[in-house]
C-alpha cells in the first residue's frame, strides 16, 4: 500500500515531467523543420517520457489523474504536430493508450492488494479485539476468583475461629470482627438474639452503635423474625413493605440494611444486621456473605448457650436456683482474700428453716421443695449486687455479705427473718408461716479463715434454735 509520502513524490515527478516534457517540445518545435532527422529521435524519447508522466499519475492521482495526465500529454503532441505540421508524431500517441493500460492495470491490482490488505487487516483486528476482549473477560475472572477466594478463605477462618469459641460475648465479638472484615465496615453490626422466656428480641452484642433506637429490635428485624428469611432494603424511604411510621423514626439511624436470621436446629435464635447511613451500601453479594457468617455464627452462638447453660448447671442447685455448695466455698475463699487486700469486711450468714420436717409431714414431701424455693426468693431479693448466695445442704442456706461488718449484717439479717416471718406460703389452700434461724459470723472480727467463719456461724445457728428458734445469732 503506497503512503501518502510516496503518492506526493510520485505526484510531484508526474507533473515536474509533465511540464518538463512540454516545454521541451516547445523549444525544440522551432527548429524540427529545419533538421527533422537530428529532432526526430528526441522529440520521440520526449513523447515516451509523457508516458511516465502518466504511469506516475495513476499511481499517485488515481483514475482521474492518470486521465487528466494522459489528455495534457496528448494535447501536447497534437499542438506540436500543428505547430509544426508534421502529423507523423501524432501516431506515437498510441503508446498513451498502453501506459493508461498499464497504469489502469497496476491501480486494479493495487486495489485488490489494498482491499486484500484492508480485510486482512480488519480481520486482525477483529482477532485483536476478541482476543483483547477475552484478555479483560479472563483477568475479570481472575479478580473475581481471587476475590471470593479471600472470602471464602475468610469464611473457612471465621468457622475455625467460631468454633474454638464457648464465651457468648467472645462468639458476638468475633462475629461483629469478621462481618466487618469480609464486607467492609460500611457501618453498624448489631447481634440480636431471642428472649426465649417472653419471646421477644434482645439486643446482645453491637459495633458502631453509639446510638441504637431500640434495644428490642424494630420493624425490620421483627419482619425478618416473623418471615424466618433474610432481608436487604437498598434505601428504607423507598422501600413500601414497611410502615411510615417505622421508616420516619429509623431514617436517622440507617438508611440502608441488611439483616439474615439466625437458624439453629430449624429455630430462629436471633438475627445478624448491618446497617449504614448512606443509600445502596450493601448488595444481593454482601447479603449472601452475611447468610454464611449467620449461619457459621447461629451454631457458635447455640453452643455457646448450651455451654454457659452447662456451666451455670454445675454451679448452680437445679431446685433454688441458687449457687451449689463447692461454688460458695470458692468464691467464699476469693472474698475473704479480695476483702485482706482491700482491708475491707465480710460476713457470713447460715439461714436453717424452723421445723422443716413438719411441713413434709404436714402437706406432702413437695411442701419442703416448695418452702426451699420460696425462702431462696426472698433472700436473693434483699440481697445488694455483688452479694453471693447459695445452697449449702438439706435446708440450709448461705449468704456471703461483702463489705459489711457485724453490726451491719445483723442488722440486714433481722430485716430478712421479719420479711419471711411475715410473708406466709400457701400450700394447699393453707397458709403457712415459715420461720428461719440465722447464724452469724464477720471477717475479720470472729476469724480470718473460711473454714473457722463457717464452724463460728453454724455454732451460733446453733445457739440460735436452742434459743428458741426465729432469731438471729451473732455471738
Same mark, same amino acid.
Given at each position: 500500500?503506497?503512503?501518502?509520502?510516496?503518492?506526493?513524490?510520485?505526484?510531484?515527478?508526474?507533473?515536474?515531467?509533465?511540464?518538463?516534457?512540454?516545454?521541451?517540445?516547445?523549444?525544440?518545435?522551432?527548429?524540427?523543420?529545419?533538421?527533422?532527422?537530428?529532432?526526430?529521435?528526441?522529440?520521440?524519447?520526449?513523447?515516451?517520457?509523457?508516458?511516465?508522466?502518466?504511469?506516475?499519475?495513476?499511481?499517485?492521482?488515481?483514475?482521474?489523474?492518470?486521465?487528466?495526465?494522459?489528455?495534457?500529454?496528448?494535447?501536447?503532441?497534437?499542438?506540436?504536430?500543428?505547430?509544426?505540421?508534421?502529423?507523423?508524431?501524432?501516431?506515437?500517441?498510441?503508446?498513451?493508450?498502453?501506459?493508461?493500460?498499464?497504469?489502469?492495470?497496476?491501480?486494479?491490482?493495487?486495489?485488490?492488494?489494498?482491499?486484500?490488505?484492508?480485510?486482512?487487516?480488519?480481520?486482525?483486528?477483529?482477532?485483536?479485539?476478541?482476543?483483547?476482549?477475552?484478555?479483560?473477560?479472563?483477568?475479570?475472572?481472575?479478580?473475581?476468583?481471587?476475590?471470593?477466594?479471600?472470602?471464602?478463605?475468610?469464611?473457612?477462618?471465621?468457622?475455625?475461629?467460631?468454633?474454638?469459641?464457648?464465651?457468648?460475648?467472645?462468639?458476638?465479638?468475633?462475629?461483629?470482627?469478621?462481618?466487618?472484615?469480609?464486607?467492609?465496615?460500611?457501618?453498624?453490626?448489631?447481634?440480636?438474639?431471642?428472649?426465649?422466656?417472653?419471646?421477644?428480641?434482645?439486643?446482645?452484642?453491637?459495633?458502631?452503635?453509639?446510638?441504637?433506637?431500640?434495644?428490642?429490635?424494630?420493624?425490620?428485624?421483627?419482619?425478618?423474625?416473623?418471615?424466618?428469611?433474610?432481608?436487604?432494603?437498598?434505601?428504607?424511604?423507598?422501600?413500601?413493605?414497611?410502615?411510615?411510621?417505622?421508616?420516619?423514626?429509623?431514617?436517622?439511624?440507617?438508611?440502608?440494611?441488611?439483616?439474615?436470621?439466625?437458624?439453629?436446629?430449624?429455630?430462629?435464635?436471633?438475627?445478624?444486621?448491618?446497617?449504614?447511613?448512606?443509600?445502596?451500601?450493601?448488595?444481593?453479594?454482601?447479603?449472601?456473605?452475611?447468610?454464611?457468617?449467620?449461619?457459621?455464627?447461629?451454631?457458635?452462638?447455640?453452643? @455457646? +448457650? #448450651? !455451654?454457659? %447453660?452447662?456451666?451455670?448447671? /454445675?454451679?448452680?442447685?437445679?431446685?433454688?436456683?441458687?449457687? =451449689?455448695? $463447692?461454688?460458695?466455698?470458692?468464691?467464699?475463699?476469693?472474698?475473704?482474700?479480695?476483702?485482706?487486700?482491700?482491708?475491707?469486711?465480710?460476713?457470713?450468714?447460715?439461714?436453717?428453716?424452723?421445723?422443716?420436717?413438719?411441713?413434709?409431714?404436714?402437706?406432702?414431701?413437695?411442701?419442703?421443695?416448695?418452702?426451699?424455693?420460696?425462702?431462696?426468693?426472698?433472700?436473693?431479693?434483699?440481697?445488694?449486687?455483688?452479694?453471693?448466695?447459695?445452697?449449702?445442704?438439706?435446708?440450709?442456706?448461705? @449468704? +456471703? #455479705? !461483702?463489705? %459489711?461488718?457485724?453490726?451491719? /449484717?445483723?442488722?440486714?439479717?433481722?430485716?430478712?427473718?421479719? =420479711?419471711? $416471718?411475715?410473708?406466709?406460703?400457701?400450700?394447699?389452700?393453707?397458709?403457712?408461716?415459715?420461720?428461719?434461724?440465722?447464724?452469724?459470723?464477720?471477717?475479720?472480727?470472729?476469724?480470718?479463715?473460711?473454714?473457722?467463719?463457717?464452724?463460728?456461724?453454724?455454732?451460733?445457728?446453733?445457739?440460735?434454735?436452742?434459743?428458741?428458734?426465729?432469731?438471729?445469732?451473732?455471738?
Amino acid at each position: 500500500m503506497a503512503t501518502p509520502s510516496r503518492r506526493l513524490i510520485l505526484g510531484a515527478l508526474s507533473i515536474a515531467l509533465l511540464i518538463s516534457s512540454i516545454w521541451l517540445l516547445s523549444e525544440l518545435s522551432f527548429g524540427v523543420k529545419s533538421n527533422p532527422p537530428f529532432y526526430f529521435n528526441l522529440i520521440v524519447a520526449i513523447i515516451f517520457s509523457f508516458n511516465i508522466a502518466v504511469l506516475f499519475a495513476w499511481f499517485a492521482f488515481r483514475i482521474l489523474g492518470g486521465i487528466l495526465v494522459t489528455i495534457l500529454s496528448f494535447l501536447a503532441v497534437l499542438w506540436l504536430d500543428l505547430r509544426t505540421g508534421l502529423y507523423g508524431y501524432s501516431l506515437f500517441t498510441l503508446s498513451f493508450f498502453i501506459a493508461i493500460f498499464l497504469g489502469y492495470a497496476s491501480f486494479r491490482i493495487k486495489n485488490r492488494i489494498d482491499s486484500s490488505y484492508t480485510l486482512k487487516l480488519e480481520k486482525l483486528d477483529e482477532q485483536s479485539n476478541v482476543l483483547s476482549n477475552k484478555i479483560a473477560e479472563q483477568k475479570r475472572m481472575i479478580i473475581s476468583l481471587e476475590e471470593k477466594l479471600n472470602r471464602y478463605s475468610t469464611l473457612k477462618e471465621i468457622a475455625e475461629s467460631l468454633s474454638t469459641q464457648l464465651s457468648l460475648n467472645d462468639v458476638n465479638k468475633l462475629i461483629i470482627e469478621k462481618a466487618q472484615k469480609t464486607l467492609g465496615e460500611a457501618g453498624r453490626v448489631l447481634i440480636f438474639l431471642v428472649d426465649t422466656d417472653k419471646q421477644e428480641l434482645m439486643l446482645s452484642a453491637s459495633q458502631g452503635a453509639s446510638r441504637v433506637k431500640t434495644k428490642k429490635g424494630d420493624v425490620f428485624d421483627h419482619w425478618v423474625l416473623r418471615h424466618r428469611k433474610s432481608l436487604i432494603t437498598e434505601d428504607i424511604v423507598r422501600d413500601f413493605r414497611f410502615p411510615a411510621d417505622g421508616v420516619e423514626e429509623s431514617k436517622n439511624f440507617f438508611r440502608s440494611l441488611i439483616i439474615v436470621p439466625l437458624v439453629s436446629e430449624n429455630k430462629v435464635i436471633g438475627i445478624l444486621r448491618m446497617d449504614s447511613l448512606q443509600e445502596f451500601m450493601f448488595a444481593q453479594d454482601d447479603l449472601r456473605l452475611l447468610d454464611i457468617i449467620g449461619h457459621l455464627g447461629a451454631v457458635a452462638i447455640q453452643n @455457646a +448457650l #448450651l !455451654y454457659s %447453660r452447662i456451666q451455670e448447671l /454445675a454451679i448452680k442447685d437445679g431446685l433454688t436456683g441458687l449457687v =451449689v455448695r $463447692r461454688y460458695f466455698l470458692e468464691r467464699f475463699l476469693q472474698e475473704i482474700k479480695r476483702a485482706a487486700r482491700n482491708n475491707r469486711t465480710l460476713s457470713l450468714l447460715i439461714f436453717d428453716i424452723d421445723y422443716f420436717k413438719a411441713y413434709n409431714d404436714r402437706y406432702g414431701h413437695t411442701a419442703g421443695d416448695l418452702v426451699l424455693k420460696h425462702l431462696a426468693r426472698t433472700i436473693t431479693s434483699m440481697m445488694r449486687e455483688g452479694d453471693i448466695v447459695g445452697r449449702y445442704g438439706g435446708e440450709e442456706i448461705v @449468704a +456471703l #455479705l !461483702y463489705g %459489711r461488718d457485724k453490726t451491719e /449484717a445483723e442488722s440486714e439479717a433481722e430485716e430478712i427473718r421479719k =420479711v419471711i $416471718r411475715n410473708k406466709p406460703l400457701t400450700l394447699r389452700r393453707h397458709a403457712a408461716n415459715i420461720t428461719v434461724s440465722i447464724g452469724l459470723s464477720s471477717y475479720p472480727e470472729d476469724a480470718v479463715l473460711e473454714e473457722e467463719l463457717i464452724k463460728v456461724a453454724d455454732e451460733r445457728l446453733y445457739k440460735a434454735k436452742a434459743r428458741g428458734r426465729d432469731r438471729v445469732c451473732s455471738g
